[in-house]
């Protein structure tokens, strides 16, 4: 997730239907390291993460793709949304009646929207989200959110300050 001094880019990090992010994919120890590799530098040229991992350039490649089409990961560009003109970052903890995967495809199309999970606890999802300043975020909360069917309370956490944000965790 990202947080206050830095954004994923919404072109590479295209909506798609919560069940399809859920599904697992079976993983080897090449496709791990890999994963890994890239964690630390996402611009790691193939050359050299196949000649850690002990495959062909062409083969990276295919395992990467292969990797990117099955959503297991995204090769994006980190951004600071302040640099970029965003005033306003939040997380926003939504209750729901009804169809909470309904509900979720619905505020994850919202372009604001950079992060939405179903979650078991206060809310029934949560979403981070972007606004270039207070007015956008009001509108966005109202307009788009609280006018979806079925979300019956919203809550905003403004973000104020980044303590840690990483994109490292491996891959099990």
Do not use: C
């Not at 300043?133 to 966005?140: E, F, G, I, R, S």
């Amino acid at each position: 997730m990202s947080a206050a001094n830095s954004h994923t880019s919404k072109s590479a990090s295209a909506h798609r239907p919560l069940e399809l992010v859920s599904s697992r994919t079976s993983l080897d120890a090449v496709d791990r390291r890999i994963i890994e590799l890239l964690q630390r530098d996402g611009r790691r040229p193939y050359g050299a993460i196949a000649d850690e991992v002990g495959l062909s350039e062409a083969g990276v490649r295919r395992r990467v793709q292969r990797l990117r089409d099955a959503g297991v990961m995204q090769i994006v560009a980190i951004t600071d949304p302040l640099q970029l003109g965003y005033g306003r970052e939040a997380l926003i903890g939504i209750r729901v009646h009804g169809d909470v995967r309904t509900v979720a495809d619905q505020v994850a199309a919202i372009e604001e929207a950079n992060y939405v999970v179903m979650t078991a606890g206060s809310f029934d999802l949560i979403a981070e989200v972007i606004a270039v300043n207070d007015d956008a975020l009001v509108h966005l909360l109202n307009d788009s959110i609280r006018s979806i069917p079925g979300v019956t309370e919203v809550e905003t956490f403004l973000y104020l300050k980044l303590a840690k944000q990483t994109y490292a965790w491996g891959a099990k």
